[in-house]
């Protein structure tokens, strides 16, 4: 048994830290996603989705790298308020979007000012 928790210690931080460079990477990528996208719902949901996502992981991560469970405690505490007030502070700024009018970009996007819907000059 003493063998299986010196395997366990030794994969620990290994784990933690890949959770936490994963987690990072997520949140890069729903950065890119509202600089990219076209409108503001979009933007939402890219910035909703990666954001929770991405601090479920590191959280995880740090708490695999805690070095007390009292840490431990407070990061899940952490991990619920997040998980809690994202998405609900997401749905109210959709729906105050929605409530004040603004309409969601449909249908593809064009550079060119001037075509026309077939694509034409």
């Not at 366990?8 to 933690?16: N, R, S, T």
Request: proline share 5%; net charge negative; with cysteine.
């Amino acid at each position: 048994m003493p063998e299986v928790m010196d395997v366990i210690m030794a994969v620990k931080p290994v784990l933690g830290a890949f959770l936490c460079l994963v987690g990072a990477g997520l949140a890069i990528i729903g950065t890119v996603g509202v600089l990219r996208f076209p409108d503001f719902y979009t933007r939402l949901h890219a910035a909703s989705i990666t954001d929770t996502g991405a601090a479920t992981l590191t959280l995880v991560g740090m708490a695999l790298l805690a070095p007390t469970w009292l840490i431990v405690f407070k990061l899940a505490a952490i991990w619920l308020f997040l998980f809690l007030t994202g998405p609900t502070g997401s749905h109210a700024l959709a729906n105050a979007a929605h409530t004040a009018g603004l309409q969601p970009v449909i249908g593809r996007q064009r550079d060119g000012a001037g075509a026309d819907e077939e694509g034409g000059a």
